[in-house]
């Protein structure tokens, strides 16, 4: 095996090229992934909340089939058709069965080719902004991450503490060696992270009596926190603000909605994590003092 590898690694590390074809083609591969992750962690959190409820109750859950990331295999929700390897390559097959189910010709939703290219690219763009080297690798983590939080968020308004609490304390392990900050930084910007958005949503309650947000939001943001520092928390804060005002503006005056209705907070806070990956550095610099 190692004999295979060396040859790769050491083309990947001389051929700058050759590495973002790499990260391409695993960003792609990821994002097939990210779309079971998208679809089933939410339900078996679910899962999850129902079995500990009865469990309080006294009551013991019924016994379900496996559900898991890996079990049953992927099949159409229409016909119950079983995806072939070769069904499931990413963007290519979407394109060859003209986004429909090869069993029933049901349409396939165009999101989860869109979930493969957005993962691909950015993987792309990790390996553009970070060469060869270690931070591409936890990079490529944390876009992965971001991805996947992003559309959960979407979909359900959740954002699950199996991602965002490893996301968090690998910011923090990253920083002591390779990272993105010193770790004094790291540590004050996930606790800042936490402390910001949670003192909002008790001001917020406070105020208004209503929840204005979930404390998945706030470890998100003290995840963020943990992998960029302290530094960068206003930049991402501010744009995620903006951004998701704007949203929210159009919402209301294209589609009818009302302030009342809810909006995932999430996917704009990921937004600033990723500007703030790959545009830290000058987003920092227009407001701290050299």
Known sequence: MLEILEPVLSLMQTQPHFLQAVCLLIGLLVGSFLNVVIHRLPKMMEREWHAS???LQGQTAPEQPK???VTPRSACPHCGHKITAIENIPVISYLFLRGRCRGCKASISVRYPLVELLTGLLSLAVAVQYGYSMLTVFALVFV????ALT???FDTQLLPDDITLPLLWL???LNIKYGFTDLTSAVVG???GYLVLWSVY???KLVTGKEGMGYGDFKLLAAIGAWFGWQLLPAVILLSSVVGSVIGIGLILLKGKTRQTAIPFGPFLALGGIAALFYGQAL???YLIP
């Open 53 to 55: 409820c009865l469990d």
């Open 67 to 69: 559900y898991n990331l």
């Open 144 to 147: 992965f991450a971001l991805v």
């Open 151 to 153: 559309f959960i968020d």
């Open 171 to 173: 910011g923090l392990a």
């Open 190 to 192: 996930a606790m800042a």
């Open 202 to 204: 008790w001001l917020f």
């Open 284 to 286: 920092a610099s227009y």
